[in-house]
């Protein structure tokens, strides 16, 4: 079966411009989150999708953040007026419910701000 | 404020010796723990997990232990192969809440 993609793979963007990027988790898989992971760290919380509506934004750094999954299944994150420190591999990972625990990443999109 | 930590960034290991992966938290609400593993240009893949109701789970090469008391735990992998090198993040949640702090990650490098 089809994995978490993550599309595009590679986005360069200049600084103040905005960005979208999009996930597609596994079908049936009502969790979806998105992390960020900068050089040398781990994968950082940002969101976490339950269905259509976010459960926990509590990692989100500011108000140029924002994510949506208006269907319970494609979730796309937007970033406005992007900044150089926003550059940054933003993966997404989705998770059956029911009481399990792992969850299936995508690739990743390699953001760079210039 | 790490709450997840993986406090050596490196390791080398030996081919066919074991590997022990060490993580550290503080949180004590942290009931669940995971281990991932991810190779270059690819995203975390889920290795083994383990519930604070356990202190040990195994799975064929690989065996998690947790120390609740020392907030302490370790993935061990044996015997290690050089297709087992990359760079292995260990997260933790809390029963219920399903958001994942994840530790700074491990490089392992097995060497033939």
């Known amino acids: 079966g089809a994995g978490v993609s993550q599309t595009p793979s590679n986005k360069v963007t200049e600084k103040g411009k905005y960005v979208e990027l999009r996930c597609d988790p596994i079908?049936?898989?009502?969790?979806l989150y998105w992390y960020r992971q900068s050089l040398g760290q781990g994968p950082e919380f940002l969101i976490y999708f339950q269905g259509t509506g976010a459960a926990d934004d509590s990692g989100l750094p500011n108000d140029r953040f924002f994510a949506v999954r208006p269907e319970g299944s494609v979730s796309t994150l937007k970033i406005q007026r992007t900044e150089r420190g926003d550059s940054a591999v933003y993966l997404c990972?989705?998770?059956?419910?029911?009481?399990?625990?792992?969850?299936?990443f995508g690739p990743g999109t390699r953001l760079t701000v210039t | 404020d790490q709450q997840v930590k993986q406090n050596s960034p490196s390791l080398s290991v030996q081919e066919g010796r074991i590997s022990i992966l060490n993580c550290d938290y503080t949180n004590s609400m942290f009931d669940y723990f995971l281990w991932y593993k991810k190779y270059p240009a690819e995203g975390p893949t889920f290795l083994i997990s383990i519930s604070s109701i356990k202190d040990k789970n195994e799975d064929g090469r690989f065996t998690v232990f947790l120390n609740k008391s020392a907030k302490h735990l370790s993935l061990h992998i044996v015997p290690s192969q050089p297709g087992d090198s990359a760079v292995y993040f260990c997260?933790?949640?809390?029963?219920?809440?399903?958001?994942?702090?994840f530790g700074t990650g491990t490089r392992l490098k097995v060497l033939a």
């Open positions: 079908s049936g898989h009502t969790a």
């Open positions: 997260a933790a949640a809390t029963s219920g809440t399903y958001k994942y702090i």
């Open positions: 990972a989705s998770r059956r419910s029911g009481g399990s625990y792992e969850q299936y």
